[in-house]
């Protein structure tokens, strides 16, 4: 299996790796303009913000991505023009782009010469359905199933709440999310065909996911709604998986590991990479590191951006994200202090390959 990644720096660079014997090799850097690379799943292609004085749009391997010209130039955050979420065979894009008053979410089938609109609303969170055609949508406070052949949208939920993305299990039957129902937050289990029931209550916000290729369903509970931090990540049946503070956690692809995002509480900005089996049994960690701006934008929506930017190899092997370790110099925000990088863990063997290229943010390929 030939692993590639891609890493997008503070500065406009685009620099494709791929994984040798021994090292992690650059093949090509793209300078100037080019931010936030995502993967076409199954081929070597990347699409990418593409950022002017005048205008932003997405960019597919140097072809513009129509429908995704903003101009004068909007950001849906500081220095993030776009998400693009690919379809899991890679053959539809889905993106959001910002609009005059709001965030439009449209649909882009790959080599098309037109765009489809979908909706607009903000906030906006979307999760493909393994069979590439339905399209969930966490749009305000309603979720929506959207047949992307034909256009319907099935509105499941007019209650839907937090800023997160719908959980879908690995055989698409089932499709999960949170609402608000007699003071508690309800872990509500739906389908396309609109069936749905509430599975379980907690006390605060939630962010879900599914263990890879099981049914398990796995919540993260906050202590308020909108809190950014994490307790503890427990199975709607009770089993608790990871003791927090976190602030973030990415299921291996295999299912059989996870890593954590643990604050370090050093007062500096700092977190800690933790990686637990899939019964919680915790293996081993890496010195706390400070996020590069770009990863820390993906950590606080890390159920969103696994989807669309993996910060896991699909071998279950490498784990990588962008910044600074202690051990590197003064962070970049000093004059002539150190640019982030991109740092790969091996989860195998436990072993840190650090600054394998300049970058705030990474995505491996799928």
């Not at 950022?51 to 010209?69: A, I, K, M, N, W």
């Not at 406070?141 to 839907?160: H, I, M, P, W």
Request: proline share 7%; charged share 20%; glycine share 10%.
């Amino acid at each position: 299996m030939e692993i590639r990644i891609a890493t997008g720096s503070e500065a406009g660079t685009v620099t494709r790796l791929s994984e040798t014997p021994n090292e992690w090799r650059p093949q090509l850097s793209v300078y100037g303009g080019e931010f936030w690379p995502a993967w076409r799943p199954g081929r070597d292609e990347l699409t990418t913000s593409w950022v002017d004085e005048t205008f932003v749009e997405l960019v597919h391997e140097g072809s513009p991505v129509p429908g995704s010209r903003s101009s004068p130039a909007r950001f849906l955050a500081p220095r993030l023009p776009h998400y693009a979420l690919w379809a899991p065979d890679g053959s539809k894009l889905c993106y959001v782009t910002p609009t005059g008053d709001g965030l439009s979410l449209r649909l882009w089938t790959a080599n098309a010469n037109a765009d489809v609109f979908l909706m607009a609303g903000a906030p906006i969170f979307a999760a493909w359905h393994p069979d590439c055609r339905w399209l969930y949508v966490h749009v305000a406070s309603s979720l929506f199933a959207v047949d992307t052949a034909n256009g319907e949208q099935r509105e499941l939920s007019a209650g839907a709440v937090g800023f997160r993305t719908p959980a879908v299990s690995a055989d698409g039957s089932t499709v999960a999310w949170a609402e608000v129902q007699d003071g508690a937050v309800h872990v509500i289990r739906g389908s396309v065909d609109g069936r749905k029931d509430s599975i379980g209550h907690f006390g605060g916000g939630l962010a879900l996911s599914f263990r890879p290729h099981s049914d398990e369903l796995f919540v993260a509970v906050a202590g308020a709604a909108q809190s950014s931090v994490f307790s503890e990540v427990v199975s709607v049946g009770g089993r608790r998986l990871v003791r927090g503070p976190i602030v973030g956690y990415w299921w291996a692809p295999d299912g059989e590991r996870l890593v954590a995002l643990h604050p370090s509480y050093t007062g500096d900005g700092r977190f800690q990479a933790r990686l637990y089996d899939a019964t919680g049994h915790f293996l081993r960690a890496v010195e706390p590191f400070i996020p590069a701006p770009e990863t820390a934008t993906m950590v606080g929506f890390f159920d969103q951006y696994c989807l669309s930017h993996p910060s896991w190899s699909p071998d279950s092997r490498w784990f990588g994200m962008c910044g600074q370790f202690l051990t590197e110099g003064p962070h970049h925000s000093f004059a002539e202090g150190q640019r982030n990088h991109a740092w790969l863990w091996d989860t195998t063997t436990g072993s840190v390959q650090r600054r394998v290229a300049e970058g705030s943010m990474l995505a491996f390929n799928r």
